[in-house]
């Protein structure tokens, strides 16, 4: 699996009481927990240009990637 989450400065912006940044790498990161040993899975953060969360990775610790996932804030900027 590979996520690739938008992190631009509009990700800021309020929806139901949390970011939208937060619900989106809360999401990802229920997708990663769901997983199982056999998959592997890939995050990108995207703004002004990708950046690597997670590299692809066996699902040796899913919580570990997921609270890497949930650590994704936004940062500005905008998608190119």
């Given amino acids: ?3 690739a989450l ?8 309020s929806a ?3 970011t939208k940044i937060e ?3 809360s999401g990802a990161a229920a997708a990663i927990e769901a997983l199982s040993a056999r998959d592997a899975v890939a995050v ?3 703004d ?3 950046h690597v969360v997670v590299p692809l990775s066996a699902l040796d610790d899913p919580e570990a990637l997921a609270d890497r996932v949930l650590s ?9």
């Fill in 6 to 13: 938008d992190r631009s400065g509009s990700m800021q912006a």
């Fill in 23 to 25: 619900l989106a790498a």
């Fill in 72 to 80: 994704i804030h936004s940062e500005g900027g905008g998608i190119y």
């Fill in 44 to 46: 990108l953060a995207v």
């Fill in 16 to 18: 139901n009481g949390r």
């Fill in 1 to 3: 699996l590979a996520i």
């Fill in 48 to 50: 002004t240009e990708a």
